[in-house]
């Protein structure tokens, strides 16, 4: 437990330091007569890989192209924000840009007359993990089982306005037609929390379950196994195509090589993490911030190794409104070829 919260404390000291470092001199800059003075970045919750990533970058474009910084947020008031100016890059996911069904599914309304993608990064995952003890105690060996319970469990979700609280939602009232107050009365104690409370409160027998999405390779679960044995749960394959017609989401099989607790695939729901831009930022500024990303990616991937995994075909994504800065430098990277 102690050595779990020592990690998480030296990752946010190095963060930290690392971005006093990239802002410790003056930087001088090409003045742009149409460019703001700076850029913020709306992140994700505070130790998560949105919140790692959203500072490199913004150590990368602070340096090449204006000062930049960073401002912790979550996948569905990032998109509120930038859309409204308070932001002017911002994590989420490309499901929530579908703002139809937000609205009529979780009574969330959202705007997007001004928002538009930057890119599309990466898968961004659900992990419905367990712990085995508990699992095999209760019957537990996928997600159908574990909504079935109806006995007391404490369980564990990112806090509201995440893509991870959102997204769990819509797997429960699409999936099963439950919601939060049909587990409660099931005996579920819900709690909302961030990434690292919920590794701490799993570590020391706080939870037994918890739920939140992130990317194929999530340290702080790789630390987690080094203190209890745990289960990643399947969600079954009809529950994911229901969703997948309804919401535009996608599936994703987690293979042994990258979890101890993953012995076989495990097949679970996903969408993609992208960033989001103001619809009215210049085209030239947004074509000069995709091209900064995409001649640093080997410094930013340090922090979080799935961002090495962009690329001009994995950038653009069909569905979503790209802002044409953005376009125009990927399809001419297409053209030359990398």
Same mark, same amino acid.
């Not at 097949?267 to 992208?274: A, H, I, Q, W, Y």
């Given at each position: 437990?102690?050595?779990?919260?020592?990690?998480?404390?030296?990752?946010?000291?190095?963060?930290?330091?690392?971005?006093?470092?990239?802002?410790?001199?003056?930087?001088?800059?090409?003045?742009?007569?149409?460019?703001?003075?700076?850029?913020?970045?709306?992140?994700?919750?505070?130790?998560?890989?949105?919140?790692?990533?959203?500072?490199?970058?913004?150590?990368?474009?602070?340096?090449?192209?204006?000062?930049?910084?960073?401002?912790?947020?979550?996948?569905?008031?990032?998109?509120?924000?930038?859309?409204?100016?308070?932001?002017?890059?911002?994590?989420?996911?490309?499901?929530?840009?579908?703002?139809?069904?937000?609205?009529?599914?979780?009574?969330?309304?959202?705007?997007?007359?001004?928002?538009?993608?930057?890119?599309?990064?990466?898968? $961004?995952?659900?992990?419905?993990?367990?712990?085995?003890?508990?699992?095999?105690?209760?019957?537990?060996?996928?997600?159908?089982?574990?909504?079935?319970?109806?006995?007391?469990?404490?369980?564990?979700?990112?806090?509201?306005?995440?893509?991870?609280?959102?997204?769990?939602?819509?797997?429960?009232?699409?999936?099963? *037609?439950?919601?939060?107050?049909?587990?409660?009365?099931?005996?579920?104690?819900?709690?909302?929390?961030?990434?690292?409370?919920?590794?701490?409160?799993?570590?020391?027998?706080?939870? *037994?379950?918890?739920?939140?999405?992130?990317?194929?390779?999530?340290?702080?679960?790789?630390?987690?196994?080094?203190?209890?044995?745990?289960?990643?749960?399947?969600?079954?394959?009809?529950?994911?195509?229901?969703?997948?017609?309804?919401?535009?989401?996608?599936?994703?099989?987690?293979?042994?090589?990258?979890?101890?607790?993953?012995? =076989?695939?495990?097949?679970?729901?996903? *969408?993609?993490?992208?960033?989001?831009?103001?619809?009215?930022?210049?085209?030239?500024?947004?074509?000069?911030?995709?091209?900064?990303?995409?001649?640093?990616?080997?410094?930013?991937? $340090?922090?979080?190794?799935?961002?090495?995994?962009?690329?001009?075909?994995?950038?653009?994504?069909?569905?979503? *409104?790209?802002?044409?800065?953005?376009?125009?430098?990927?399809?001419?990277?297409?053209?030359?070829? =990398?």
């Amino acid at each position: 437990m102690k050595k779990l919260r020592g990690l998480c404390l030296a990752v946010l000291l190095a963060l930290f330091f690392s971005v006093a470092v990239a802002n410790a001199g003056p930087v001088k800059h090409e003045h742009h007569e149409n460019w703001p003075s700076t850029l913020k970045i709306l992140t994700g919750i505070t130790g998560g890989q949105w919140d790692l990533l959203g500072n490199s970058i913004a150590q990368v474009l602070t340096a090449s192209v204006m000062p930049t910084s960073c401002r912790l947020g979550a996948g569905i008031s990032n998109i509120t924000k930038v859309n409204n100016g308070f932001g002017d890059i911002g994590f989420s996911l490309s499901c929530f840009l579908r703002t139809r069904q937000l609205k009529e599914n979780l009574n969330v309304d959202i705007s997007t007359d001004n928002t538009s993608v930057l890119s599309v990064l990466y898968p $961004q995952i659900l992990y419905i993990i367990v712990k085995k003890d508990f699992a095999r105690k209760n019957g537990i060996t996928d997600l159908d089982s574990l909504v079935k319970k109806k006995s007391p469990m404490r369980f564990a979700v990112l806090k509201k306005g995440t893509g991870s609280h959102y997204l769990f939602q819509l797997l429960l009232k699409h999936g099963y *037609d439950m919601d939060f107050s049909s587990l409660k009365k099931q005996g579920w104690q819900i709690n909302f929390n961030t990434y690292s409370e919920i590794a701490d409160k799993f570590v020391s027998n706080e939870l *037994d379950c918890f739920a939140y999405t992130a990317g194929s390779e999530v340290p702080l679960i790789l630390s987690m196994e080094e203190y209890v044995d745990i289960m990643v749960l399947p969600i079954p394959k009809k529950i994911l195509e229901t969703l997948q017609t309804k919401l535009h989401t996608g599936m994703y099989t987690l293979h042994p090589g990258v979890y101890k607790s993953v012995s =076989k695939p495990v097949l679970t729901l996903s *969408d993609s993490t992208c960033l989001i831009v103001r619809k009215d930022m210049p085209e030239d500024l947004v074509y000069e911030i995709s091209r900064v990303m995409w001649e640093n990616r080997k410094y930013i991937s $340090q922090d979080v190794k799935l961002f090495e995994y962009l690329t001009p075909e994995t950038a653009l994504k069909k569905g979503v *409104d790209i802002h044409p800065g953005s376009m125009k430098f990927w399809n001419e990277l297409k053209v030359k070829g =990398k």
